[in-house]
């Protein structure tokens, strides 16, 4: 679906309820040259009850005092922001993307002008909400953390019985904790996925550093997604699993890099290498002296560089050769050195 990896900056909720801070990771993930910034948008009494106890990762970064909805509920940005952030992204020349996480937020974000639909791992199982997302018909990028292949099945069914053409819809491998242990990431899930299914894939990033991000770029990840922050240090539930400002810059650099080194993978000399294949390479010498007449012997021939001359894998065909002129030591063989050369290049060279 993407000519290059479309690298999703996740700002997510780490503005802490906050537009000026909001507006700085725009800053920071158009400087660090992602493509998108993305954000969470959702109204916290419609996603969550009281009820709903913390993840183990949200009370370790933000205590016990509250409940998970009072948590939220200080993140929360108002429709209002984000018609004010996603014009703000378009001015700083990148694009604006949020995750909605229920049904009102999503026909906000319709209204609004997203380009594609993100839905996050813990949605793949909401059947009221994958239908009205399917329904608009725009690009689906779809998250699987915690889910089986039969439950990507499940939710790629609806999204294209509910609407959505087939090849609009991207599917992301993720491994939805914070951070993610290595052993549990399991990045050749991501390929067994994009087997299954024949779908455009992606890497959801939730490890520390960069590294796993850009290995999965190097298995064929077309999407990658990685949450960033202002400071690891703010109080907030995602800031300690965040990338600081230089790591997302880092990550974006090490992805380009990586892009442009995976190449078309037809083997043939580069350009930059072709220079040097008569420097590294070899060709046919003689070992010592020679007068005109001499029946060449192996014991006459040594391979050395340069090797802008008679190629070494002709070696035992010059067995038997005649020379008609006189060479020095350490000549560099040509066919012009070989009577009826002409007959011996053109079966050497055919």
């Avoid at 969550?48 to 509250?66: D, F, H, L, P, R």
């Avoid at 990658?224 to 109080?235: G, P, V």
């Amino acid at each position: 679906m993407y000519k290059k990896t479309l690298i999703i900056a996740e700002a997510g909720v780490n503005h802490n309820g906050d537009i000026e801070l909001a507006k700085k990771l725009i800053d920071i993930a158009a400087e660090a040259g992602a493509d998108v910034v993305k954000f969470q948008t959702f109204i916290a009494e419609n996603v969550i009850s009281k009820n709903a106890v913390k993840a183990e990762y949200q009370t370790n970064n933000t205590g016990t005092s509250e409940s998970q909805l009072d948590m939220v509920k200080k993140l929360e940005l108002s429709f209002d922001d984000f018609v004010l952030l996603k014009s703000y992204a378009e001015e700083k020349g990148i694009e604006f993307l949020s995750t909605p996480f229920d049904l009102e937020s999503i026909s906000f974000l319709d209204n609004l002008g997203v380009r594609l639909f993100k839905i996050p791992s813990g949605e793949i199982t909401n059947l009221p909400y994958l239908e009205q997302i399917a329904a608009r018909n725009k690009e689906i990028i779809l998250s699987t953390g915690m889910a089986s292949m039969a439950e990507i099945d499940a939710a790629v069914k609806v999204l294209v019985n509910s609407g959505t053409a087939r090849d609009k819809i991207s599917i992301l491998h993720c491994t939805t904790e914070y951070p993610a242990p290595f052993s549990d990431v399991n990045l050749r899930a991501m390929q067994s996925i994009r087997d299954a299914f024949n779908l455009s894939v992606g890497y959801s990033d939730h490890t520390s550093g960069i590294e796993v991000a850009i290995a999965a770029v190097s298995l064929g990840a077309e999407i990658i997604e990685k949450h960033f922050t202002l400071d690891k240090t703010m109080e907030g539930p995602d800031h300690k699993a965040s990338l600081d400002p230089l790591e997302l810059k880092a990550m974006v650099h090490g992805i380009r890099n990586v892009e442009a080194a995976l190449g078309t993978g037809v083997k043939a000399p580069a350009e930059s290498e072709k220079k040097n294949i008569p420097i590294a390479r070899k060709s046919i010498h003689l070992k010592q002296q020679l007068d005109k007449g001499h029946v060449l012997t192996e014991n006459d021939l040594i391979m050395k560089r340069p090797g802008d001359g008679i190629s070494p894998m002709e070696y035992k065909r010059l067995i038997g050769c005649i020379l008609r002129r006189d060479c020095i030591a350490d000549h560099q063989l040509e066919y012009e050195d070989i009577e009826n050369e002409s007959r011996y290049s053109n079966e050497l060279e055919g």
